[in-house]
């Protein structure tokens, strides 16, 4: 909790959600009989860092999943300092993509987004903001990056970035939500600690820390990845991914 990467309680979740799902054999986690002392510390420090709560649905999303978080999730929900029903907001991109649109390109993800601040505004184009993409280069390095757009003047016609919105840059949250096979959205796939996207040798799917995506087919899971997620559409159509950000400690209307 006291490493400069942790910074709010969505990426210390995430950590221990993925430290969970890596070492979890079958469907039995390694921290069973811990979990009632993880808890109260993870409580005690959002008391004493000033942290925000964690969104309710960020982790009632994942409370049935089956690769061994144990009753964490649960214990988690039952206590009223680490979740909320109303201090944070959900905000979807405003487009859907492949994989490879995704990570393969260099563009913008989009989100419409305005603070109750911003009570008159008359500039074209919807109030909102930009996750600016680098492009991965497939191999398993640095090259793929994701950053907030801050500078107004690099903003397209449809879209503009406030200057009280800078807020967001130590107040967002980034996930995924995903449509597989059977057009389900499983909602908030974290990502946090999954370094960067990259392709297999075969080029058949990206991979992005547990996430295995198959652009088409009946995808199986690769060599040595068991216990891990794959998601993949028919054989003439291929799984969709939306970036979503849960935005803490600021107000939209």
């Known amino acids: ?36 002392n993880f808890i109260e510390i993870f409580s005690n420090h959002i ?21 061994g978080l144990g009753d964490l999730n649960k214990k988690i929900l039952r206590n009223p300092k680490l979740v909320t029903d109303s201090e944070y907001y959900r905000i979807r991109s405003t487009t859907e993509y492949n994989p490879d649109e995704l990570f393969a390109r260099n563009h913008d993800i989009k989100f419409k987004f305005r603070q109750d601040s911003i009570t008159n505004c008359n500039k074209q184009g919807d109030c909102g903001f930009i996750l600016r993409v680098t492009a991965a280069s497939g191999e398993q390095d640095d090259s793929f990056n994701i950053q907030l757009v801050i500078d107004p003047n690099l903003y397209p016609p449809d879209i503009h970035f406030h200057r009280e919105s800078l807020l967001l840059a130590d107040n967002v949250h980034f996930a995924l939500d995903i449509t597989d096979d059977e057009n389900t959205t499983v909602n908030t796939r974290p990502v946090t600690w999954y370094s960067k996207p990259y392709r297999d040798g075969t080029n058949k799917y990206w991979c992005w820390g547990a996430e295995f995506f198959y652009m088409k087919g009946n995808g199986r899971q690769p ?13 003439n159509s291929t799984v969709r991914i939306r970036p979503v950000v849960y935005c803490f400690g600021i107000h939209s209307e």
């Not at 008391?47 to 690769?67: Q, T, V």
């Not at 216990?227 to 559409?233: D, G, H, I, L, M």
């Open 223 to 235: 060599p040595g990845s068991r216990y891990k997620t794959v998601w993949y559409r028919g054989s």
């Open 47 to 67: 008391s004493r860092s000033g942290w925000k709560p964690l969104a309710r649905e960020y982790i009632k999303h994942k409370k049935n999943e089956y690769f």
């Open 1 to 36: 909790m006291e490493s400069p990467l942790v910074r709010n309680c969505y990426v210390f979740y995430d950590a221990v959600y993925s430290w969970l799902f890596d070492k979890a054999i079958d469907s039995q986690t390694p921290i069973d009989s811990k979990t009632g």
